[in-house]
């Protein structure tokens, strides 16, 4: 199946949500030796043309390694869908579509994100669809979008799912993903300490916080 040429593709990082249920900055978080941000970057990097860090208006984010561009909501807790559709705005004369993803996504995979871009063609969206709830952080959209989202969140309607409702999406049943993604990783959000836990786990990775070495009395 034919795919955009990487010359075309941009990736949009969704760095602002506030960590409520986590309790701390998501894209700080230590995974192994590098940042949870820095994680994601470096797997998606070598997969579009640039990286671009949807950010919130007030917000301080690691230092990375990478070429990378940050860019802020024009307003303050203006959520995901118009930080989305600022993203599409801002690469858009130059890609055709880009892979949306949250910064707390750090078992994704390279071959996961090659395979929902291969599945565009002429679709609005390419989005997984997990237990029956559409995952809107984890698809790829076409930049024509904008002008869907632009319409939506002109009526005042901020949701994001309000936004991808009207799109011709190419939906993506998690058992499709496992030929190239076993893990599922880029269904698996650390939202939660114990989410946290479980993805260093299946990383391979030793939790910062907790002792490698129980204590014997």
Same mark, same amino acid.
């Given at each position: 199946?034919t795919?955009l040429?990487r010359?075309?593709r941009?990736a949009l @990082? /969704?760095? #602002?949500?506030?960590?409520r249920?986590?309790? $701390?900055?998501?894209?700080?978080?230590? *995974?192994? &030796?590098?940042t949870?941000?820095?994680?994601?970057?470096?797997?998606?990097s070598?997969?579009?043309?640039?990286?671009v860090l949807?950010?919130?208006?007030?917000?301080?984010?690691?230092q990375?390694?990478?070429?990378?561009?940050?860019l802020?909501d024009?307003?303050v807790?203006q959520?995901?869908?118009?930080?989305?559709?600022?993203g599409l705005?801002y690469?858009?004369?130059?890609?055709?579509?880009? @892979? /949306?993803? #949250?910064?707390d996504?750090?078992?994704?995979? $390279?071959?996961?994100?090659?395979?929902? *871009?291969? &599945?565009l063609?002429?679709?609005?969206a390419?989005?997984?669809?997990?237990?029956?709830l559409?995952q809107?952080l984890?698809a790829?959209?076409a930049n024509r979008?904008m002008?869907?989202f632009?319409?939506?969140?002109?009526t005042?309607?901020?949701?994001?799912?309000?936004?991808?409702?009207?799109l011709?999406?190419?939906?993506?049943?998690?058992?499709?993903?496992?030929?190239?993604?076993?893990n599922?990783?880029?269904?698996?959000?650390?939202?939660t300490?114990?989410?946290y836990?479980?993805?260093?786990?299946?990383?391979?990775?030793?939790h910062p916080?907790?002792?490698?070495?129980?204590?014997?009395?």
């Amino acid at each position: 199946m034919t795919t955009l040429p990487r010359s075309q593709r941009a990736a949009l @990082i /969704v760095c #602002g949500g506030e960590s409520r249920r986590m309790g $701390q900055s998501k894209p700080h978080l230590p *995974f192994g &030796q590098e940042t949870m941000l820095e994680r994601v970057v470096r797997i998606v990097s070598p997969t579009v043309e640039e990286v671009v860090l949807l950010t919130s208006k007030v917000q301080e984010l690691p230092q990375l390694p990478y070429d990378c561009v940050e860019l802020p909501d024009r307003v303050v807790q203006q959520g995901p869908a118009a930080a989305i559709y600022e993203g599409l705005k801002y690469v858009t004369g130059w890609s055709e579509a880009a @892979i /949306v993803l #949250g910064c707390d996504l750090p078992l994704v995979t $390279q071959p996961a994100i090659e395979y929902l *871009f291969a &599945q565009l063609a002429t679709h609005d969206a390419v989005m997984p669809r997990h237990e029956g709830l559409p995952q809107p952080l984890a698809a790829v959209y076409a930049n024509r979008v904008m002008d869907t989202f632009e319409k939506v969140l002109s009526t005042g309607n901020q949701r994001l799912l309000a936004c991808i409702e009207p799109l011709e999406t190419c939906w993506i049943d998690a058992r499709e993903l496992t030929g190239v993604d076993p893990n599922l990783g880029l269904l698996k959000n650390v939202n939660t300490p114990d989410a946290y836990r479980q993805a260093l786990q299946i990383a391979g990775l030793k939790h910062p916080l907790e002792d490698e070495t129980p204590n014997r009395e």
